[in-house]
């Protein structure tokens, strides 16, 4: 039995730290267990311009233990009438890592999303021609097309097409939930990959409703069935360079998730290395843990992988209850449960 894994640092590629105070309270458990991480641009307003992505990344860094080595990847947020030349020139002055397509009104902050694909023609061709990736939450958003299946239409009606129109385009295909997605990627181009969160591994849909609704089990895309879970753990733990790490980690105060509004997201950066280590040994996979979280999303996206280490050991650890954020509190993944993994 292994009792201690080291690795090389690890990345996350999809991450949410808010802004304000929630910035300033969330931001170094991200930092703490990751080199570098994608940060998601849904802010109130988007980032949407190169001045916004440069601030914002001037905000997080502000916040950052400065003890602590990370980098945020700033991306940006593609809408209708989006300027392609402003995504060109992100990305050419260091700004913009890459840019992400939310269809409208798909989740949280994602009213300014692009309403259709063909809109944005001028930007993806922009960015397949300077190698920039897209990031999608791969969702339709029609109110007729049942909830658990938006991600399978999605890919049907949208990204078999999309990919096809723009065959030189990176995709990242982000927090995965269905066998339907894994196959999609598993089946297209070395340039098509998906990131996997945590909690989508740990649980399937019958989580939300134990014992009544529970919110804290409530994200977008919504968990899947069982086969669907099933699926996505033989991925991330199969030591395919298409699946990769990426939290999806989206903080939100008790309040707004235990409300009418029951807001989407799962906070799991404080303890989400911890978790993954429990699905790849569970899965009798830990020598596949350091490709997934440290080494496939870098060469995805072209970058060196980080110089330092970390070390997990197999003790017990407990996850607190509850964590203060923006002046009250927050609830994290695992709250109250103690896994058997910890990050020396």
């Not at 995504?87 to 692009?114: M, W």
């Not at 790490?245 to 409300?259: F, M, N, Q, Y």
């Not at 790849?280 to 490709?291: I, M, N, R, V, Y």
């Amino acid at each position: 039995m292994t009792n201690t894994l080291t690795i090389r640092r690890p990345d996350d590629w999809h991450v949410h730290l808010r802004d304000g105070q929630m910035l300033k309270d969330v931001v170094d458990f991200t930092a703490r267990q990751f080199g570098r991480a994608i940060i998601m641009p849904n802010l109130k307003p988007p980032v949407t311009t190169v001045e916004a992505g440069r601030a914002y990344r001037e905000r997080i860094m502000a916040a950052v233990d400065p003890a602590l080595d990370f980098t945020p990847l700033m991306t940006a947020y593609l809408t209708d009438g989006m300027d392609a030349s402003e995504i060109e020139r992100g990305h050419a002055e260091g700004v913009f890592t890459a840019a992400k397509l939310y269809p409208a009104n798909a989740t949280t902050n994602s009213s300014h999303g692009v309403t259709d694909v063909v809109k944005i023609h001028d930007t993806l061709e922009t960015m397949q021609r300077i190698g920039m990736p897209l990031l999608i939450h791969g969702e339709v958003t029609d109110q007729h097309v049942d909830i658990f299946d938006r991600e399978a239409v999605f890919i049907d009606q949208v990204l078999q097409e999309l990919v096809q129109d723009f065959p030189g385009l990176k995709v990242v295909f982000e927090h995965i939930t269905t066998k339907d997605a894994v196959d999609f990627v598993m089946e297209s181009g070395p340039n098509i990959a998906a990131t996997i969160t945590p909690h989508h591994l740990d649980f399937n849909r019958n989580a939300i409703f134990q014992g009544g609704i529970r919110p804290h089990f409530y994200c977008l895309p919504i968990a899947k069935r069982e086969l669907h879970r099933d699926a996505l753990r033989k991925a991330a733990t199969s030591g395919n360079a298409k699946f990769f790490l990426g939290t999806d980690t989206a903080p939100h105060v008790v309040a707004a998730k235990e409300s009418a509004c029951g807001c989407a997201g799962i906070f799991c950066a404080p303890h989400a290395m911890e978790s993954y280590a429990k699905t790849f040994d569970e899965e009798k996979a830990l020598d596949k843990l350091e490709g997934f979280a440290s080494l496939f999303g870098p060469a995805f996206y072209g970058l060196p992988v980080n110089e330092g280490t970390m070390t997990l050991t197999r003790k017990d650890n407990t996850v607190p209850a509850s964590i203060t954020a923006d002046g009250t509190e927050a609830i994290p993944f695992h709250a109250g449960e103690t896994l058997a993994w910890s990050v020396n």
